[in-house]
């Protein structure tokens, strides 16, 4: 690479460079450990059709967006978003457990965690 | 709390919590992973702000787009949920942004990382 010019620009390119790569470093991370997230979910959703357990648990979801609220505020993240992410993992476990239902028609399970 | 009668089902609680618990960890390693990207995002807007800097970059984005969708495939992630997954924390990142415009009135950004 040229060597960087002492401009303010170029000083900011290489701040903004820095911060970028901790981003990605971050993102890296957060879809390897959704990746998990979902190995673990679709196995819970094998286990609960083989044992005909109900899918869906409104209390355990309840608990779980209690939890990462506290979690969210401790950590001085918006509680919402805390919550509004939560959600939003749900629904793709559905959508998971939703296409897994159109390919084995009767052993699917909406459980979401 | 009572010994776990040998039945089926008192199995499968003990599976379902284990497999709960993993969740959970998972859960709160990836609430504080968020809460540290939106500190970077926050210290990129007001990065940004400070020297007059374009507050989106197409570019950029569609980069962390391409990129994300190829870490998870290799995860064995859906491609489509890692891009959506992006676009779903971008949105806060924007959300942040045009909070605190309202506070600021002139220093606001919408970078997005």
Redesign the interface.
């Known amino acids: 690479m040229d060597d960087t010019p002492p401009s303010?620009?170029a000083d900011?390119d290489a701040?903004?460079a820095a911060?970028?790569r901790?981003?990605?470093n971050?993102?890296?991370?957060?879809?390897?450990?959704?990746?998990?997230?979902?190995?673990?979910?679709q196995?819970?959703g094998q286990?609960?059709a083989a044992?005909d357990?109900p899918a869906a648990d409104p209390a355990?979801e309840a608990a779980?967006i209690a939890?990462?609220r506290r979690?969210?505020q401790e950590?001085?993240?918006d509680p919402e978003?805390?919550e509004?992410?939560?959600r939003?993992v749900i629904e793709?476990v559905i959508r998971h457990h939703d296409s897994a239902k159109k390919s084995h028609t009767s052993s699917s399970s909406s459980e979401v965690?």
């Open positions: 303010g620009v900011g701040a903004l911060f970028r901790s981003i990605d971050i993102d890296a991370a957060l879809i390897h450990m959704l990746a998990e997230r979902f190995r673990i979910t196995a819970v286990y609960k044992r357990l355990r779980q939890r990462l979690l969210a950590a001085q993240l978003f805390g509004k992410f939560l939003f793709e965690g």
